[in-house]
């Protein structure tokens, strides 16, 4: 039957409304539990759900959907599920789990969500981003090279950590795990406060997972009044939080890290501890009726940890150079890492730090297995300096151990084997640190280079903590800076014109160290009010004796004592004149100058030539050094005041050597340091030399 034009045109009119028809109505696509029950609700009706989705109950509860089954899903409630009850109808949200992330939840305390529960108000302006996605490719990677210091002498020595990688700290309860932790949150405060950029600064994200409220407090407080809240983000899984938050905390707290991985910046995670969740994931799986494995844990638990870790990386200088590094804690039960879950995380990780009960209560703090400890990333993630210094220390910690057992059953033992005994307890005693006080990189290498070089092998156990004291209170931290050629900023970078001086440097620590060590070992009380005016002729002396090995300053003489007054050391707190006796300045120094190894000529001629080049040195420790070396060609104005016959008296001599350091520009100033090195504009040579500033 044709139609009339009245009603084609009537047809037509019709099909363009329907076609352009607009409703501001919103549909959503809605579902009714069909039981719930320990914290699992199955919900008959959503169809077109997706597997990690958000749902939201009528009670106002939220959900993440799980399992995807034929008739039903199964979901995990975040919260208490009391308030749900069959026939409840079930919303569906459109959007999978994300959490706040950027600059806005630095100083904050948030829960597994996001939602702060530290009672300072909402956030202010931040992104979101998915709590699941997917790990960086092997494209997008690059090498771990960057050195990520702790703060802790047995961590950054022996078992070094780069940016980008993943070390895991296992052990069992109360040996010290999370205090690992928290000494290298701490010790980036003083790394933080010397950076330049944000690409320098290090961002740290604490993931407490399972723990007691009042340890995330007490945490808190403690992060608070070192000023490192201000750079670090804590993510709360406490154990009075459904199963649910705590599966889910870890994959927050790494979706606020990827923010500034993925934006240039390096950041810290560290979870603690990923046994609690995986326990709550084996809840959690039971409960939805999975088939379990070995200890009960689902079969997809290796996943569960892997997709987590594997985020962890350093991104090539292509996608913004940023990196994530992860300190994943576990705990094993009565030592047992071959475990499940403990063997799970080792063969994921790059890397384990192992402690001990043991070793804890008999007081070595951090209580680390140095055998059993190791990082897959090496030495590629260490300072040069730190690398050449410890080369031979876990060696010899090792052959300690070894022979320990050994002397456990007899006394009779032969000279080289005590003499290893006698070192490896030195080197385990210089290893130990109270919680809460990181050390910076340059004062661990001081200490590190007098146990490993023996400077400590004379001293009783219980005086090693003071003679260590005492180096570090006597190296200023900008001579130790210089010496190991570490650079905090490209703005120290560029003023560095002493590094040629670093082997100089060197042989200065090795004369500090032997002092102090010999006064150690002699028990030796301090002395606080050193006499200036006494040290030229220390100096003066020392000369002497290096340059003419006839002189009298070379053999023991009972000689009126008040000519050599201190050793050449302005800073040495003590007068041996006053405490063991005038000869033992010569015991002294022939003991220090027949251990040092001096620079060829040639190498400290080029050092002063570069040093020339550069800027004019006013530093008190130049004096010291040209003391130490008479035997180069440009020392020879100091030469020729000490003669082979030494005819001239102590006055000329000092006279001539005073003449000789104002030539070559190294006036020693009381009042200036190293700092004024640092402070210096650093413009490029006049005479067109290259070289690295």
Same mark, same amino acid.
């Given at each position: ?15 363009? =409304? ?50 995807? /089954? ?12 009391? @308030? ?40 202010? @302006? ?9 790990? #960086? ?8 090279? /960057? ?25 069992? =309860? ?42 995330? @407090? ?42 500034? =991985? ?79 879950? +403990? ?22 703090? #951090? ?158 009380? +301090? ?21 003419? #090995? ?25 007068? +041996? ?53 008479? /035997? ?62």
């Amino acid at each position: 039957m044709e139609l009339s034009p009245r009603a084609a045109e009537l047809t037509t009119l019709l099909e363009s =409304r329907i076609s352009n028809f607009y409703t501001n109505l919103k549909v959503d696509e809605i579902g009714r539990v069909v039981s719930v029950g320990d914290g699992i609700a199955r919900v008959y009706g959503l169809n077109e759900i997706q597997a990690g989705e958000m749902v939201e109950f009528s009670s106002g509860v939220k959900g993440i959907a799980l399992n995807l /089954e034929n008739e039903n899903v199964g979901i995990v409630v975040f919260g208490s599920d009391t @308030a749900i009850k069959e026939g409840d109808l079930v919303k569906r949200t459109g959007s999978i789990v994300d959490v706040p992330a950027g600059k806005a939840m630095l100083g904050r305390v948030v829960d597994a969500l996001g939602v702060p529960i530290d009672g300072r108000g909402a956030l202010s @302006a931040h992104e979101r981003r998915r709590v699941e996605v997917k790990a #960086p490719g092997i494209i997008e990677r690059k090498s771990v090279h /960057e050195p990520m210091q702790t703060g802790l002498k047995a961590v950054d020595s022996l078992v070094p950590i780069g940016r980008g990688q993943r070390e895991l700290i296992i052990g069992d =309860r109360q040996t010290g795990k999370t205090a690992i932790a928290i000494d290298t949150i701490l010790n980036q405060k003083q790394l933080n406060s010397k950076a330049t950029s944000e690409s320098e600064t290090l961002y740290c994200v604490y993931v407490a997972i399972g723990q007691k409220r009042s340890t995330v @407090a007490q945490l808190v407080q403690i992060l608070s009044e070192a000023n490192a809240l201000e750079y670090s983000i804590l993510v709360a899984a406490t154990a009075s939080d459904p199963a649910p938050l705590q599966f889910l905390a870890p994959y927050s707290g790494c979706a606020m890290g990827e923010y500034f =991985r993925d934006n240039g910046m390096h950041a810290l995670i560290i979870y603690d501890d990923l046994s609690k969740q995986a326990v709550a994931y084996r809840q959690m799986s039971l409960l939805l009726r999975r088939p379990p494995g070995r200890e009960a844990f689902p079969g997809d638990v290796f996943y569960l940890h892997s997709r987590l870790l594997e985020r962890a990386a350093k991104r090539s200088d292509q996608t913004g150079a940023g990196s994530l590094t992860a300190l994943p804690v576990i705990e094993t039960q009565a030592g047992d890492v071959s475990a499940y879950i +403990p063997t799970n995380v080792i063969s994921i990780t790059d890397g384990q730090i192992c402690l001990e009960t043991e070793l804890f209560y008999r007081g070595i703090r #951090p209580a680390i297995n140095v055998g059993l400890s190791v990082s897959r990333v090496g030495s590629a993630a260490q300072l040069k300096a730190m690398k050449q210094v410890c080369g031979s220390l876990k060696l010899e910690l090792a052959q300690y151990r070894e022979v320990a057992a050994f002397a456990q059953f007899g006394s009779d033992l032969d000279a080289a084997t005590q003499a290893l005994l006698n070192r490896g307890a030195r080197l385990t005693e210089i290893l130990k640190q109270p919680q809460y006080t990181p050390l910076p990189i340059e004062k661990q290498i001081l200490v590190i280079y007098a146990a490993v070089n023996g400077f400590c092998d004379r001293m009783p156990l219980d005086k090693i903590d003071q003679y260590e004291k005492q180096i570090l209170s006597t190296v200023k931290p900008e001579i130790g800076l210089m010496m190991i050629g570490f650079r905090l900023c490209p703005r120290i970078k560029k003023w560095m014109p002493l590094f040629n001086y670093i082997p100089l440097l060197w042989v200065l620590l090795s004369a500090i160290f032997e002092l102090y060590s010999f006064a150690g070992m002699m028990q030796v009380t +301090p002395n606080t009010s050193p006499s200036r005016s006494d040290i030229n002729s220390g100096w003066t002396d020392l000369l002497v004796s290096r340059s003419n #090995p006839n002189s009298d300053h070379n053999h023991d003489s009972t000689s009126n004592s008040q000519e050599r007054d201190v050793p050449p050391f302005e800073r040495f707190p003590y007068d +041996p004149d006053e405490v063991i006796g005038g000869d033992s300045v010569n015991f002294i120094q022939r003991r220090l100058l027949s251990r040092l190894q001096f620079p060829s000529a040639e190498e400290i001629e080029r050092a002063r030539i570069d040093a020339e080049d550069r800027f004019e040195v006013k530093v008190d420790i130049i004096r010291i050094m040209t003391a130490l070396h008479p /035997e180069g060609d440009w020392l020879r104005r100091g030469a020729r005041a000490l003669d082979n016959n030494h005819t001239q008296t102590g006055e000329e001599s000092h006279k001539n050597l005073s003449y000789f350091l104002d030539d070559l520009n190294i006036r020693g100033l009381e009042s200036e340091t190293f700092q004024n090195l640092i402070d210096l504009s650093g413009e490029a040579p006049s005479n067109g030399r290259k070289g690295e500033w």
